[in-house]
C-alpha cells in the first residue's frame, strides 16, 4: 500500500516477555519516528532515523528499548522483558525532510501493545 | 523549556463557536510548521500546513508568528466533528529537520 504500514495491530504479551513491533514507512521517505501513546496522554517521542542511523534516541525509556532500520526502509522497535508499563500504542511515522521545507510525517494505524 | 509547548486544554465550546490555540517553540532557526488532529484512538493526520503568510482553510485559519516564536489556530463556527486533540508540530534543523509534536490541545464542541 501507499500509507505507513505497523504489524502487529494488536499484540497481547506475557510480563518478562520480548516483543517486536514492525513499521514500513511510505517508499522513499527518509525520515522514520517512533512514539507511544498511554490511553488519555500525549505522544512520547522514543527515536528518530534519519536513514538507517539513529541521530536521536533520547526518547528511549530503558535499554530494554532498542530500534533498528536496514536498507533505509522498515524499522523494528523491540521492547525486552516487557513490563506492565510498557502498555501503548505504538506508532510509526515517516516523512521525506529532504525533499523541500512543508514535508508531513504520515502516520501508521499504529501496535495496541497488552503486557499482561 | 520544552521544544514546542501547547496548552493542553481542554477548551470545551458551544457549537458556532470560534476558538484559538497557541504553540510556542523553542528553536528559532525552524523552518517548517503543521497543526495535525487526532481524534480518539486513532493516529495523527496533518490538518493544515503552516506559511510565512498565514493560511486559510475554509473555517480554519493557521498563522506564523516568527518574532515571537508561535504558531496559532482558528477554528470558527466550530462543529460537533471539530472535537478531537490539535497538534502543534515544528522542524528543528537539529538532526536533520526532525519534526516535533506537541503534546496537543484537547477541543470539545458541544451542542
Known amino acids: 500500500g501507499a500509507g505507513v504500514s505497523q504489524s502487529p495491530s494488536n499484540k497481547v504479551t506475557e510480563k518478562g516477555k520480548d516483543v517486536e513491533l514492525r513499521c514500513d514507512p511510505i517508499?522513499?521517505?527518509?525520515?522514520l519516528y517512533w512514539y507511544r501513546q498511554s490511553l488519555g496522554q500525549g505522544l512520547e517521542f522514543l527515536i528518530y532515523?534519519?536513514?538507517?542511523?539513529?541521530?536521536?534516541k533520547s526518547g528511549l525509556p530503558s535499554d530494554r528499548f532498542s530500534a533498528e532500520r536496514t536498507g533505509g526502509s522498515v524499522s523494528t522497535l523491540t521492547i525486552q522483558r516487557t513490563q506492565q508499563e510498557d502498555s501503548a500504542v505504538y506508532l510509526c511515522?515517516?516523512?521525506?525532510?529532504?525533499?523541500?521545507?512543508?514535508?508531513?510525517?504520515?502516520f501508521g494505524q499504529g501496535t495496541r501493545l497488552t503486557v499482561v | 523549556r520544552k521544544e514546542v509547548e501547547q496548552d493542553p486544554g481542554p477548551f470545551n465550546v458551544p457549537e458556532g463557536a470560534t476558538v484559538a490555540f497557541n504553540c510556542t517553540y523553542s528553536n528559532s532557526a525552524s523552518q517548517s510548521f503543521f497543526w495535525y488532529r487526532q481524534d480518539c484512538r486513532k493516529e495523527p493526520k496533518l490538518l493544515m500546513s503552516?506559511?510565512?503568510s498565514g493560511n486559510e482553510d475554509g473555517r480554519f485559519t493557521a498563522q506564523l508568528n516568527r518574532a515571537s516564536q508561535y504558531i496559532s489556530l482558528l477554528i470558527r463556527d466550530s462543529k460537533l466533528s471539530d472535537s478531537a486533540t490539535y497538534l502543534c508540530v515544528v522542524t528543528f534543523l537539529e538532526y536533520g529537520n526532525k519534526l516535533v509534536f506537541g503534546a496537543g490541545t484537547i477541543l470539545r464542541v458541544k451542542s
Open positions: 532515523f534519519q536513514g538507517n542511523s539513529a541521530p536521536d
Open positions: 517508499s522513499g521517505h527518509t525520515a
Open positions: 511515522a515517516s516523512s521525506s525532510p529532504l525533499t523541500g521545507a512543508n514535508t508531513e510525517a504520515f
Open positions: 503552516v506559511y510565512s
